[in-house]
């Protein structure tokens, strides 16, 4: 059996220091700058030879083949859809524009294991874990593409195909990657979760404080069993528990994510159990409101934007902090149906947007 070779983001300096044992020290750093703090492409690092440059890419190819690559109508979100290499499976990553800052939304797994009915990842069911390198690969991509428009990638969001809590350890490699290497602060990276309530334990002993997403979407859980049939393993007052921990231990704000599906989650008695919930937290946590994405295999339709409106302002009357998230692209069905992490519903303003 041959083995796949190690992917570029992957590959660890002593990695790249074995493949060029004659060369001194300090190529490495030069070129691990290159590849991390300037998001170079092998063949644009020039303070190398031709001939390294050659023998970096091969002994370390990238693992992302880009399939296709779609931009929205408002020319503010970028849909990458990539094949790895290992494996020829595709995933998405998707880059969003706002006037302060450009996120990333990176896939942690092809596919997921976890059955949400709703999510078109959860639909196609689990292929394999990505590799922490296969993950950086996506942070760097978006960034490079970022560069193009003369913006600079600020923040990553592990919202992506893909349950992150579930593929821990290669997670938390990209997080200190993408946090040491690349430069990104702790405040500016997001991990979201469907509730894996062990995986937000481990979640609170790493050393970097991220900010932790949960993916709620109901408030009893009688409901919560069938949107989320994990919440069988992990119930409502479990999750809770730990998202209380992990505001003791990291200090860091606890969103909740909630996905508007007409006439199941969307009544005034799931806001007043939602903003209970919220409350049970101190400081009480954020909301996140997104309407449902259409998908093929789940027949329910996403909340209007009039009843959105109206869900988010029943919870701010329970002084519950909401923000109605666009469903960026949905033109473009973005980010498998589940575009994560806006923050304003106003068009957002970019410059140089026929560059896109
Ligand atoms: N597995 C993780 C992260 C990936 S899913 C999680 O579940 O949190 C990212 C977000 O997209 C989650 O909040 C998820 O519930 C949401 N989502 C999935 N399918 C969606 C859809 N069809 N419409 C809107 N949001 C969706
Ligand atoms: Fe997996 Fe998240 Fe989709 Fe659920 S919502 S199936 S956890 S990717």
Redesign the pocket.
């Known amino acids: 059996m041959t083995t796949s070779p190690l992917s570029l983001y992957d590959a660890t300096q002593e990695d790249i220091a074995a493949l060029f044992p004659n060369e001194p020290k300090y190529r490495v750093g030069q070129i691990w700058q290159a590849l991390y703090e300037k998001l170079k492409p092998v063949d644009a690092i020039s303070n190398i030879s031709a001939s390294m440059r050659q023998q970096l890419a091969e002994a370390f190819p990238v693992s992302l083949q880009l399939q296709t690559e779609q931009v929205n109508a408002d020319g503010d979100t970028v849909k990458f859809l990539f094949q790895l290499r290992n494996g020829g499976h595709p995933i998405e990553t998707v880059l969003m524009l706002y006037a302060d800052r450009a996120t990333v ?1 990176v ?3 092809a596919g ?1 294991a ?1 059955g ?1 009915g ?5 639909q196609a069911g689990f292929t394999r874990h990505l590799t922490s390198g296969e993950i950086v690969e996506q942070a760097v991509r978006a960034a490079q593409r970022a560069a193009h428009l003369e913006r600079r990638l600020s923040n990553v969001v ?9 593929n821990e350890g290669p997670v938390r490699a990209a997080v200190e990657k993408i946090h040491g290497d690349i430069g990104i602060s702790a405040r500016h990276l997001t ?5 894996i309530v062990p995986g937000i334990k481990t979640l609170s002993k790493w050393p970097l404080p991220v900010n932790l ?5 109901a408030g009893r859980n009688e409901l919560r069993d069938e949107l ?1 049939p994990i919440n069988k393993r992990y119930p409502l007052e479990m999750l809770m528990k730990a998202c209380e921990d992990y505001l003791y231990a990291k200090n860091r704000r606890v969103t909740f ?3 508007l ?1 007409a006439g199941v989650n969307d009544t005034d008695r799931d806001a007043e159990e939602l903003a209970e919930l919220c409350k049970q937290l101190t400081p009480s946590a954020h909301v ?1 409101l ?6 093929p295999g ?1 027949l329910t339709q ?1 909340s209007s934007g009039n009843h959105v409106r109206q869900f988010a302002s029943w919870l701010e009357d329970m002084g519950v902090n909401a923000t109605v998230r666009r ?1 960026r692209g949905t033109d473009i069905d973005a ?6 992490a806006g923050q304003h519903i106003s068009p957002v303003e970019i410059t140089r947007r026929e560059d896109i």
Do not use: D, K
Not at 213 to 217: E, R, T
Not at 335 to 340: F, Y
């Open positions: 939304c896939s942690t797994q997921c976890m949400c709703f999510c078109a990842t959860g592990f919202m992506g195909m893909g349950e992150p809590l579930a991990v979201s979760t469907v509730g997403a949960v993916s709620l979407h989320v994510e909630w996905a599906i996140n997104i309407p449902l994405n259409p998908t789940y996403g469903n980010a498998c149906g589940q575009l994560a």
